[in-house]
């Protein structure tokens, strides 16, 4: 009886999982501005790190990619604050459980929102671009995940204006996590969406969403755990 509990116990530790980040889009114009295979030896305890990268001068961060090396892809990986459209963004890495390790690939593009494609200046409303933001899980696997939350947020077009709107959400179970987050923008228009706060591996996501000056946007949020 002994023997079944530990094999078990042994399995449940062992179920692959993937918690890779891709968030944003490195276009054409995007700046690689970090770029580290971040690796912890197995220890007694759960290892852990932060990973804080700024983007430099007048860039913001267009995308976040992290992606775990090991074959059985359980490392544990979340963005804990920062993003992309934010000058800035923390990364927490985790080991699965005691006595494992982990190794993740990070990278981190930039670009400076004030220029186009010919790298002249732009005024500050006039960079086009449309971020669909895709974190996380967002697919059942094997009953694994499910959609917890779905709003569609929209706002109409205002001469000069900028529309700006947050979206928030907290699973009404303080145990449960936040496995995977989509923000899709349905017109593939100018809306800059972002993850503020929260996010995988909370119980809880504030979501931004902000328009191009003298444009409207139609966003879809859906939440996953």
Same mark, same amino acid.
């Given at each position: 009886?002994?023997?079944?509990?530990?094999?078990?116990?042994?399995?449940?530790?062992?179920?692959?999982?993937?918690?890779?980040?891709?968030?944003?889009?490195?276009?054409?114009?995007?700046?690689?501005?970090?770029?580290?295979?971040?690796?912890?030896?197995?220890?007694?305890?759960?290892?852990?790190?932060?990973?804080?990268?700024?983007?430099?001068?007048?860039?913001?961060?267009?995308?976040?990619?992290?992606?775990?090396?090991?074959?059985?892809?359980?490392?544990?990986?979340?963005?804990?604050?920062? *993003?992309?459209?934010? =000058?800035?963004?923390?990364? %927490?890495?985790?080991? @699965?459980? $005691?006595? !494992? &390790?982990?190794?993740?690939?990070?990278?981190?593009?930039?670009?400076?929102?004030?220029?186009?494609?010919?790298?002249?200046?732009?005024?500050?409303?006039?960079?086009?671009?449309?971020?669909?933001?895709?974190?996380?899980?967002?697919?059942?696997?094997?009953?694994?995940?499910?959609?917890?939350?779905?709003?569609?947020?929209?706002?109409?077009?205002?001469?000069?204006?900028?529309?700006?709107?947050?979206?928030?959400?907290?699973?009404?179970?303080?145990?449960?996590?936040?496995? *995977?987050?989509?923000? =899709?923008?349905?017109?593939? %228009?100018?809306?800059? @969406?972002? $993850?503020? !706060? &929260?996010?995988?591996?909370?119980?809880?996501?504030?979501?931004?969403?902000?328009?191009?000056?003298?444009?409207?946007?139609?966003?879809?949020?859906?939440?996953?755990?």
């Amino acid at each position: 009886m002994t023997k079944l509990v530990l094999i078990f116990t042994f399995a449940l530790i062992t179920i692959a999982k993937s918690n890779d980040i891709k968030v944003g889009f490195a276009s054409a114009q995007s700046r690689r501005i970090y770029s580290e295979i971040k690796q912890a030896d197995p220890a007694l305890w759960k290892r852990t790190d932060d990973v804080v990268i700024q983007a430099p001068q007048n860039e913001i961060i267009s995308a976040v990619y992290v992606t775990d090396l090991r074959d059985d892809k359980d490392g544990e990986a979340f963005i804990e604050s920062g *993003g992309v459209g934010m =000058k800035s963004v923390t990364i %927490g890495l985790k080991s @699965p459980t $005691i006595l !494992r &390790g982990y190794k993740f690939e990070v990278e981190v593009y930039g670009n400076d929102p004030n220029l186009n494609g010919n790298g002249r200046y732009l005024s500050k409303g006039g960079y086009q671009h449309c971020k669909t933001v895709i974190v996380g899980q967002t697919s059942d696997y094997n009953g694994q995940v499910r959609k917890v939350f779905e709003k569609n947020i929209e706002a109409t077009a205002i001469p000069f204006i900028k529309r700006e709107e947050e979206i928030y959400f907290e699973y009404p179970q303080g145990d449960q996590r936040i496995k *995977g987050i989509a923000i =899709k923008d349905l017109e593939g %228009g100018e809306a800059e @969406p972002s $993850i503020n !706060r &929260g996010g995988l591996g909370f119980n809880f996501v504030n979501v931004k969403v902000k328009s191009a000056r003298g444009s409207g946007y139609k966003i879809l949020v859906e939440v996953y755990a």
